[in-house]
Structure formats: C-alpha cells, structure tokens
C-alpha cells in the first residue's frame, strides 16, 4: 500500500507541472468583483478599489489524463497500479491519450487599484504570471506498461514549457453610449524565466541480444537577465554565468472588450466579448543548444577479459555510460533575441437577470496558440444569485478541452472590505491522501480588497 502512496504521489507531482491563469471564470457575471477587468477590460466594478498582496490569487492545475488513469482498484477497496500483471495492457492504453497534457498555472496581482475618473474607469495593477507545461506522448506509457514485450519503443515528442513574467497595467473602460461600453488595458511586460524543451526523437530496439537507442532534442532557454552559458572544447554546455543585473527580457501586450448593457432594450440581458493577451515578450538573450544525434548500441559484453573480468567489466559499463550521457548532452548554437507570444484568449458572454436574485449566463472562452498542447476552449453555464447588495454567489458548470468542470464563487463586499473565495474546477472525488481521482484539473482562488468610494 506504502508503493501505491508513493507513485500516487509522484504522479500528482510529475502532473502538477502550463495554462494561462487569470481571475476566475466563475466571477465572469458578479457585479462586485473587482478583478474581471483581466478577462474583460470593458467591465466597471460597482466601486474602486484597493489591493496588495492576496487581493487576487488564483493557482491551478489541468490535464487530460488523471490517477484513475494510473491506479485501478483491485477489490476490498484495494488499489493496484497499472504495472500490475492484473492489468490488461489493452485496457491501460485504451483510456490513454495519443499525449498526456499537463500543466500547472499561478497569478497574483501583488498591487491593484481601481477608481472613477473622466467620466469612466480607470484600473492600474502590478502582476506576476507562471506557467508550465508537459506532454508527454502514449509512447511512453506503452513502454512503462510492456517493455520488454514489445520490440520498437518511439517517445518522440516529449515536450516541457515554462514561461513565468511580471506585468504592469494600465486600463480604462468608458460608456460610448447608452449600455455600451469600451474598454482597453494596455500591459508592459517584464520577463523572468522562459524554457522550451523538445525531444523530436527518442527512440528504443530491443532484441534478445541486441538493444539500440538513438536521441535528439533541442532546447531555447532565456531569462530576466543576461545569462551566458560557459562551455568546452567541443562546444558542450557546462555550466551558466549570469551577465549585468539589468532586465534584459520586456514586450507589451493589450486587452480589448465591449460590454453591451440592453436593459432598455431586452430588460435584465448584457452581451460581452474581449481578447486579452494579444502581445509577446522579446528575451535579448535566447540561448539555443541541440543535441547530437546520438546513438547507444548494446550487443552484450564481448570484450570480457577471462583473467581480469573486474577490469573489463568496468571498461565496458564505462563505454556504455559515455554512450549514453551523450543522449542528454547539449552543444551550444549561440544567443539571439527572441520574440514569444503570449497565449491570446478570447470570451463571449451573454447573461440575462431573470428576475431580482437571479440571473443565469453562458461563457465561450478559446485560447489561440501554434502550440497543440496549449490549445483550450470551454463553454461554462452559469446560475448567478444576489440575496442582497453586499453577497452574490455563482454556481456553474463546464465543458472543456480537459473535460467537465463544476464551479462556484461566494463574494462578499459590504462596504469597506470585501472578500471572495471561489474554483473553476472543483473536485469531486480523491483518495483518502487527498488526490484528485478521476483527473487532475484543480484550481482555486481568492482575495481581499478594501472597498473605495459609494456604490454606483
């Protein structure tokens, strides 16, 4: 059970490795929360606000594969995993992506404030964004699950992607006439940590007397500031020098949105649409390396010294471990600068306020990227309930790109303060340590903010 614990573990970690955060979704239609301008610039809070620190955190997980995927029960609410022998490999690879995708993503608005001026809105905020993600092909898990069965292994495609920046924004949303509103939030970004990684080949012969691997990858690395990396005679990487202390990675990005409040027209109904994210980050200092297109062969130890079979033995693991640490050595191809897109999103929403305390709504979201493992879209279903002026509530449910969702949001803003706690992805069923069990999709969120000036 102990073994089981721990590959549960594992792989929760291994899984919790991209997705571009923002506020929730399932804030989208509450009129107190104060944070949807990052999905919609065109949105006007009922006050102005304040915030440092906590005021928006959100954090979460995603992925198309999960621990049931992994672990099967086996009965007397016993689990076993799919290495087990009681596991059909047909029935393991049958339930497997043709790529696991995974990631991991996180923000937090260190500094926010939002106030009226000029007759509109304007909002200012300072933030930090991360995401990671990882693809791993079904080759791989063929592998783990028939090894030595099966005689030709391909793990092509392996990919792993971080992109972590700060951004500071300026917005502002003004009525151009009657219910309808403009809005536009222009970002400067400051780059972090950037790293794409890509095995374009790995692949695997094994015969009864006779096993080969061939490999390549390449990688692009760049950070905040400059780093050099120190190599050797044959142009391997070594090791990284860190240049001068000055930002040497920035870009700009912008947000549009329209919101069309047609109350006078189609009592308690509002449209919306936005794109946010259109921008990229340019790294000064994008380093390149490859590796060789290497090659390990193994056809038994033939050169086995009868009278001095220690030495010999320890000659020949050695060549196999030069051989094979070529597979994981990088040459350096040089610096250059190096544009990076950020992953633009687009929303359409339309909600309708029934009656006083109710409302129910329905957002579209799809985020547009040349990257197949990045690529996302949703459609979530909305009931809003407002019992009163200073508490709403959502509760909503989605169909995604990872699978289904429930969602809620709880804010309370009386004046002064307000506070909301609330997930896009709600998980309904773990093991007793706490894991998720039928996928990893996971997230949360929450903030406080002090409440400034009169509702409107």
Not at 428 to 448: R, S
């Amino acid at each position: 059970m102990k073994k089981i614990k721990y590959i549960a573990m594992l792989l929760c970690a291994m899984f919790t490795l991209e997705g571009a955060a923002q506020t929730a979704k399932s804030a989208y239609f509450l009129d107190g929360a104060y944070h949807n301008y990052h999905m919609n610039p065109a949105m006007k809070p009922e006050r102005g606000f304040f915030a440092v620190g906590i005021g928006n955190l959100g954090f979460g997980t995603q992925g198309n594969v999960g621990l049931s995927n992994f672990l099967y029960p086996v009965g007397d609410n016993k689990l076993t995993t799919f290495m087990s022998g009681s596991v059909a490999a047909d029935d393991f690879l049958s339930a497997m992506p043709d790529a696991a995708n995974l990631g991991f993503n996180l923000d937090e608005n260190i500094l926010a404030m939002g106030f009226r001026m000029f007759g509109g809105y304007t909002t200012l905020g300072v933030s930090l964004h991360s995401a990671t993600s990882l693809s791993l092909p079904k080759g791989f898990f063929e592998f783990a699950k028939n090894g030595l069965q099966q005689s030709s292994h391909s793990f092509s495609g392996i990919n792993m992607h971080t992109m972590n920046y700060a951004s500071a924004t300026l917005g502002y949303s003004h009525e151009i006439f009657k219910g309808f509103r403009l809005g536009v939030n222009a970002k400067y970004l400051i780059g972090l940590a950037y790293a794409d990684i890509t095995v374009d080949k790995l692949n695997l012969e094994l015969g009864e007397n006779h096993w080969m691997a061939e490999s390549h990858a390449q990688a692009h690395i760049g950070a905040g500031i400059e780093v050099s990396p120190t190599v050797d005679e044959e142009g391997l990487i070594t090791g990284f020098e860190m240049g001068p202390i000055a930002p040497s990675a920035s870009g700009l990005a912008f947000d549009l949105g329209i919101v069309y409040d047609m109350d006078h027209i189609v009592p308690g109904l509002t449209l919306s649409a936005s794109v946010v994210d259109m921008g990229k980050i340019t790294w000064k200092h994008m380093m390149k390396g490859q590796s060789a297109d290497a090659k390990v062969e193994f056809n038994g130890f033939e050169e086995i010294d009868p009278n001095d079979v220690e030495s010999s033995l320890n000659a020949e693991l050695e060549r196999l471990t030069n051989d094979a640490s070529k597979m994981v050595e990088y040459t350096y191809e040089g610096t250059e600068a190096m544009s990076t897109k950020l992953n633009t999103t687009m929303y359409l929403g339309a909600e309708w306020k029934f009656c006083k305390p109710l409302g129910i709504g329905v957002l579209y979201g799809q985020r547009f990227t040349k990257s197949t493992f990045n690529k996302w879209h949703e459609v979530r279903g909305y009931l809003n309930f407002t019992p009163c002026r200073w508490l709403e509530a959502s509760a909503n449910y989605g169909t995604t790109s990872y699978g289904t969702s429930l969602g809620w949001m709880f804010n309370f803003h009386p004046a002064g303060i307000t506070f909301f706690v609330g997930s896009d992805y709600m998980i309904t069923k773990v093991t007793p340590q706490f894991i998720p069990v039928d996928d990893l999709n996971a997230h949360i969120t929450l903030g406080v903010n002090l409440a400034l000036g009169k509702r409107k």
